[in-house]
T-cell receptor, first 115, second 112 residues
Framework: DAGVIQSPRHEVTEMGQEVTLRCKPI?????LFWYRQTMMRGLELLIY????????DSGMPEDRFSAKMPNASFSTLKIQPSEPRDSAVYFC?????????????FGPGTRLTVL | GESVGLHLPTLSVQEGDNSIINCAYS??????FIWYKQESGKGPQFIID?????DKRQGQRVTVLLNKTVKHLSLQIAATQPGDSAVYFC???????????FGKGTKLSVKP
């Protein structure tokens, strides 16, 4: 079984450039989550979707961040323009429900470096 | 690379010994808890979970203990192996309508 798939695995870009991160959740999962992980702040929830609809985006740091889920098998997280402080590992996770009875399964992450 | 930040608590154990990793959770309304293992360069991986109507749950070589009175969660790993070396996170659900809240993590280092 393929787990959560993320691409690219590594991204190096320059400040001011647009960055798009991609995620394919596990087939049949209704929930999709985007997290950011840094040494300073640990794992932070940015946004999550239920049945392709954004439910809670209160964790999105600012308007430079946006996320979409055009269908059940694909989601993107976009940063425009990117800044050095956005450097982190970004994880996508999916679950059958919102964690009460089903756990979240994480992808391998995208390591973003903004120079 | 990543900026300098807080150092993770580290637990160093000898191969073959038992390991106990502790976690204090914050929300008394949390009723579902998960332990994740994160190896270097990988995403968090589910290990074991427990609901608040239980105080102990066992898996293969792992046991999770829940003490709701003091809001404490622990993960016990029996006969620790080098492959167990990783960062371990506890997570709580913040109540039935909550999102998962992750702890800062504990780094487990297994000495051969």
């Amino acid at each position: 079984d393929a787990g959560v798939i993320q691409s690219p695995r590594h991204e190096v870009t320059e400040m001011g450039q647009e960055v798009t991160l991609r995620c394919k959740p596990i087939s049949g999962h209704d929930y999709l989550f985007w997290y950011r992980q840094t040494m300073m702040r640990g794992l932070e929830l940015l946004i999550y979707f239920n049945n392709n609809v954004p439910i809670d985006d209160s964790g999105m740091p600012e308007d430079r961040f946006s996320a979409k889920m055009p269908n059940a098998s694909f989601s993107t997280l976009k940063i425009q323009p990117s800044e050095p402080r956005d450097s982190a590992v970004y994880f996508c996770a999916s679950s059958l429900s919102r964690g009460r009875t089903d756990t979240q399964y994480f992808g391998p992450g995208t390591r973003l470096t903004v120079l | 690379g990543e900026s300098v930040g807080l150092h993770l608590p580290t637990l160093s154990v000898q191969e073959g010994d038992n390991s106990i990793i502790n976690c204090a959770y914050s929300n008394s309304a949390s009723d579902y808890f998960i332990w994740y293992k994160q190896e270097s360069g990988k995403g968090p991986q589910f290990i074991i979970d427990i609901r608040s109507n239980m105080d102990k749950r066992q898996g293969q070589r792992v046991t999770v203990l829940l003490n709701k009175t003091v809001k404490h969660l622990s993960l016990q790993i029996a006969a620790t192996q080098p492959g167990d070396s990783a960062v371990y996170f506890c997570a709580e659900n913040g109540g039935s309508q909550g999102n998962l809240i992750f702890g800062k993590g504990t780094k487990l280092s297994v000495k051969p």
